[in-house]
Structure formats: C-alpha cells, structure tokens
T-cell receptor
C-alpha cells in the first residue's frame, strides 16, 4: 500500500470556522491531489500540486485553498466552512509527472469525513 | 458538464454470475480509461485500465471493454464473488497537459449469495 496518511479521519465543525486537512506521503511522489466524494457526483478534483509550492485549481476549487511547502505534505484549507462542504475528502498521489508520455494510476488515502453544522 | 457518466447508481448480481458495469464519456480525446474499486471507509483502489488504442483488457476475473465509436466502456466481472461488493468508479485521463483524472459518479455493486 502506498504510504498516504490523512488527518484527521473525522471532523465536525461549525459554519464559518476555518478547517485544515492534512495529507502526508512517504513515497516521494511529485503529484498530490485533493478530491471530494459526494453522492451522485463521484470524485471531484478540488486542487492538485505538481511540486513544492506548485499548485493549481481543479473543477470545484471555490472556498478551498492549498499549500505544499514540502514534498511529503499537502494541506487543504476551508477558509470559512459551509454546510455544502460537508463531504468525504480524499488525498491522492502519483508520480505520473516523471514519466513523459505515460500515465500513472493514483493512490488514495483513506479519507477524511468532514461534517459542517 | 459531466464528461464521464455512470448512469446506474446500483447493481445487484447473484454470486457466480457475471457483473457488467457501464460507463459513458463525452470527450473523444481521452487516452486512458481506468476502473477503481472502493470499499466503505477506505480510499479507492486501482482495479484495471485500458488504453484508447485497445478494445479489450483482461486481468483475471476482470475484463474492460472499450467501444470508441459509442464512447462507452464496460467492466465485466466473472464469476462475481461476495468480496466484489463495493462502489466502482470509472475514470478517464488525457495524457497531454496536466494529467487529471475525471471520474464518473460511481456504481454500487452488491453480490448476493
């Protein structure tokens, strides 16, 4: 199993509060991703990173920010949590950026269940 | 705009029979298609993939078929086993540029004894 740890595993918070989710990897992979999973929508990309301090937006990035100061850590911050951000959040990693012309499958963490009340 | 669609939210199959999960896509430029399997309280795990230049890929009990003209792919599981009960996501990827996977909504497969 790929070495990916997400913390916390569960969190309950109130509307309007900031929340930070952490993803830590031990694989030294270049690419890291944050997805959210919601019924009827599958997995949707929030933000991704292709190196230290290099990040870009996904399809549902509004209300979220990310930071990557080290290869192994990718943080997702909800600046002011809303009830619509209640979801399961998954971090994923891959080394596909190091294989020009090829692709690599993603390895996912176990997820963080976030409830915004 | 949902580029990858799984129109069946759930599927129930008897143990030992064939399970067929379907997926449709709209972007003809996708280069690879992948299937992921997800158990409750776990992250998705890679199951099988297929290149856009092929029409079939087989791995044990799992076979993925690709029909490019119809923009349709399917995952066949035969014979189905109780441990196959999970949510299955299909995904597609463009090799050029940022290689971001686009996922379908998922299909919950239940294998009945």
């Amino acid at each position: 199993d790929a070495g990916i740890t997400q913390s916390p595993r569960h969190k309950v918070t109130e509307t309007g509060t900031p929340v930070t989710l952490r993803c830590h990897q031990t694989e030294n992979h270049r690419y890291m991703y944050w997805y959210r999973q919601d019924p009827g929508h599958g997995l949707r990309l929030i933000h991704y990173s292709y190196g230290v301090k290099d990040t870009d937006k996904g399809e549902v990035s509004d209300g979220y920010s990310v930071s990557r100061s080290k290869t192994e850590d990718f943080l997702l911050t909800l600046e002011s949590a809303t009830s619509s951000q209640t979801s399961v959040y998954f971090c994923a990693i891959s080394d596909l950026g190091d294989r020009p012309g090829g692709y690599e499958k993603l390895f996912f963490g176990s997820g963080t269940q976030l409830s915004v009340l | 705009d949902q580029q990858v669609k799984q129109n069946s939210p759930s599927l129930s199959v008897q143990e030992g029979r064939i399970s067929i999960l379907n997926c449709d896509y709209t972007n003809s430029m996708f280069d690879y298609f992948l299937w992921y399997k997800k158990y409750p309280a776990e992250g998705p795990t890679f199951l099988i993939s297929i290149s856009s230049i092929k029409d079939k890929n087989e791995d044990g009990r799992f076979t993925v078929f690709l029909n490019k003209s119809a923009k349709h792919l399917s995952l066949h599981i035969v014979p189905s086993q109780p441990g196959d009960s999970a949510v299955y996501f299909c995904a597609a990827i463009l090799i050029q540029g940022a290689q971001k996977l686009v996922f379908g909504q998922g299909t919950r497969l239940t294998i009945n004894p």
